[in-house]
């Protein structure tokens, strides 16, 4: 069982991780996001010159205040369809664990690493 309480999802193939592209962008703006339904902060991230600049945002205004997180290395999904959460189009889906209150605490590498690198 992982931490947030659910039992662990089927096995899948190679083929189908491969599919997921995450990549690792740094958060180069942040502001807070008063219009969602939950708590948030709206995020910019630059993922290099092959991806470039795309928009999220995130629940994570529990651990992160917006102008702590300019510079920040994370991890994201960057290739699900846009979607529209108020009125931000999110173009990326970055990723995040649930602490011990269920609350998320972002993903992103130990060392500093090229943006646009693709997880493995």
Request: aromatic residues 6%; proline residues 12%.
């Amino acid at each position: 069982m992982s931490g947030d309480g659910t039992a662990p999802a089927p096995q899948i193939g190679w083929d189908d991780f491969a599919a997921v592209d995450i990549r690792v962008g740094r958060i180069i703006r942040a502001e807070p996001f008063p219009e969602a339904k939950k708590p948030a902060i709206k995020l910019w991230l630059d993922f290099g010159p092959e991806i470039g600049e795309r928009k999220s945002s995130a629940q994570i205004t529990r651990h992160y205040r917006p102008e702590e997180l300019i510079g920040k290395q994370v991890l994201a999904v960057v290739n699900f369809p846009p979607r529209q959460i108020g009125p931000v189009r999110s173009e990326v889906l970055v990723l995040g664990l649930p602490d011990e209150d269920n609350q998320v605490v972002l993903i992103g590498p130990d060392k500093p690493v090229p943006l646009g690198g693709r997880m493995f």
